[in-house]
């Protein structure tokens, strides 16, 4: 009798299952590998790459590692980017210089004006201040005026003096205005404080472009009558101290427009 082969069985390996569970593990372990990683940054040269990203200029000056389709195009839009930002940061920085400049001019005479004020003891009619308008000075009415008049006196001439000689050092645009009371004006030159708040503006204007040859075109006149008061119109001494003209030394020319 023949005798019968045996069957072996083949050995098919490990279980289709196997395959993708050993992938998905790999990919958990890769995935928290990279969470470690990230968890291990070093700050400072994290700050720097951060730095670099917000820098624009690198982009500008530095040519990009990736190939562009037309490199010779692409070379003659980074040198005009690169002109480009030299004359912005040239700009820039003339424009900050100017304003540092202006800056300095405008302290330096708000500091002679109030020596002035102290060394003349005027503190009580005309008062100096500094804000986003640039330098305002306020000058009551007795120091100017007669009532209802708007013909300089003689004892206003000394501090137009001194504050002609000083905004003769400077460039800056100067706004002139006249502030009246809420008392009404009625006469034949000044029919209502308008003209009145206006003519003295004005006379100001004229008196330091007379004696200092100003240039006109420095100059701005408003005449606000009674509708911007420092305090309310309910007595002699809140209406003394809106009878007011303000000379203001401007911080840019904005206003004047």
Known sequence: MKRRP????????????????????????????????MSQIDLVKFEAISESFRNRMIFDF?????????????TSDQESRKNSNEFESTKQLSDRDDNAG?????????????????????NNVISASRNERGVVLVLQELILFDPGEATILKKGEPFLNKIGSLLSKIPNRIKVEGHTDSKPM???RYPSNWELSGARASSVVRYLVDKNGFDESRFTIVGYS?????VPNDSPENMSKNRRVEIVILENDEEVS
């Open 186 to 188: 009625e006469s034949f």
């Open 6 to 37: 045996i069957k072996r069985k083949r050995d098919k390996g490990a279980p289709k299952w196997m395959v993708t569970y050993s992938d998905m593990v790999t990919l958990i372990l890769v995935f928290f590998i990279l969470l470690f990683s």
């Open 226 to 230: 009674d509708t911007k008061p420092l």
């Open 62 to 74: 530095n040519p990009s590692p990736v190939p562009m389709d037309n490199p010779t195009e692409n």
């Open 102 to 122: 202006e800056e300095d001019s405008l302290n330096k005479l708000m500091n002679d004006v109030e020596i002035y004020l102290d060394k003349n003891k005027l």
